[in-house]
């Protein structure tokens, strides 16, 4: 029925509601700034304000669909990149470590499932072809790290991530990428996620099969119960009921 399986990522396979982000960024901007000082920067006394103030304007003109129509995602590499440039000239070895660790701060907000594990790597037993279809802003060698570090990375196959691609699902550059990595019809593939919009209407519209793991207190209930996807799980795991 089914030859590749894509799945969202936060709220899906790991935490996300509710995580401590502001605390983790001003954090882990925080350690950046003592970082570059060390490494022979000079980075001025509002660096983690500053850092904080451009995340926040990117990443809610990104979500807001008034003002983003088209579902762009902004270009958190870049940003970065400017960030660490306005600190002033530094060991270059000494920057990019500085730089990971702090990306792998950020990514480390969100902690995967007890179930994710096992389930993906049932599911690869099957046979199937595993792929993340995710909204995150995050550099996307940062986000296969923390596939690495949390033990998912060996059932994983491909990573559509919309920093890499440019744009958010709902839009079709999303999917059409997916697609493309996963080397089959849309109409072969299955997509696991818990948005309404990106994971379930915005899915179909493409001619994916969907999976909505349903929650609660994130989403507006009726749009939950009228999104419509082939099949609603409230556990991960209960996918290897539905799947031969």
């Given at each position: 029925?089914?030859?590749a399986?894509?799945?969202?990522w936060?709220d899906?396979?790991?935490?996300?509601?509710s995580m401590?982000?502001l605390?983790?960024?001003?954090?882990?901007?925080g350690r950046?700034a003592?970082?570059?000082a060390?490494?022979g920067a000079?980075p001025?006394?509002?660096?983690?304000?500053?850092a904080l103030a451009?995340?926040a304007v990117e990443?809610h003109?990104?979500?807001?669909?008034?003002r983003n129509?088209?579902?762009?995602e902004f270009?958190?590499p870049?940003?970065?990149?400017?960030?660490?440039?306005?600190a002033?000239?530094?060991?270059?070895?000494?920057?990019?470590?500085?730089?990971e660790?702090c990306e792998?701060r950020?990514t480390?907000?969100?902690f995967?499932f007890?179930?994710s594990?096992?389930?993906l790597?049932?599911?690869?037993?099957?046979?199937?072809r595993?792929?993340?279809?995710?909204?995150?802003?995050w550099?996307g060698p940062?986000?296969?790290r923390?596939f690495?570090?949390h033990?998912?990375?060996?059932?994983?196959?491909?990573y559509?991530?919309?920093?890499?691609?440019g744009?958010i699902?709902?839009n079709h550059?999303h999917?059409q990428?997916?697609?493309r990595q996963a080397?089959c019809?849309?109409s072969k593939?299955?997509?696991?996620?818990?948005?309404?919009?990106?994971?379930?209407?915005?899915?179909k519209?493409?001619?994916f099969a969907?999976?909505?793991?349903?929650?609660?207190?994130?989403y507006?209930?009726e749009?939950?119960?009228t999104c419509?996807?082939?099949?609603?799980?409230l556990h991960?795991?209960?996918l290897?009921t539905?799947l031969?």
């Amino acid at each position: 029925m089914f030859t590749a399986i894509t799945f969202d990522w936060g709220d899906t396979l790991a935490t996300n509601y509710s995580m401590p982000y502001l605390a983790t960024q001003r954090a882990a901007f925080g350690r950046l700034a003592e970082d570059l000082a060390a490494a022979g920067a000079q980075p001025r006394a509002d660096f983690v304000a500053n850092a904080l103030a451009a995340l926040a304007v990117e990443w809610h003109h990104s979500i807001d669909v008034a003002r983003n129509r088209e579902h762009r995602e902004f270009d958190c590499p870049a940003l970065f990149s400017r960030l660490i440039a306005e600190a002033g000239p530094a060991d270059p070895a000494a920057v990019q470590a500085a730089r990971e660790r702090c990306e792998d701060r950020l990514t480390d907000t969100i902690f995967p499932f007890p179930e994710s594990i096992p389930t993906l790597t049932a599911l690869k037993a099957r046979g199937y072809r595993l792929g993340i279809l995710s909204h995150v802003p995050w550099p996307g060698p940062a986000c296969r790290r923390w596939f690495v570090r949390h033990g998912l990375a060996p059932c994983i196959d491909f990573y559509s991530l919309s920093c890499e691609v440019g744009w958010i699902k709902p839009n079709h550059h999303h999917y059409q990428d997916t697609a493309r990595q996963a080397g089959c019809k849309p109409s072969k593939i299955l997509h696991v996620g818990d948005h309404p919009l990106r994971d379930v209407r915005g899915g179909k519209a493409f001619g994916f099969a969907t999976c909505l793991r349903r929650t609660e207190r994130i989403y507006a209930e009726e749009d939950l119960d009228t999104c419509a996807p082939d099949i609603e799980i409230l556990h991960l795991s209960e996918l290897l009921t539905h799947l031969p």
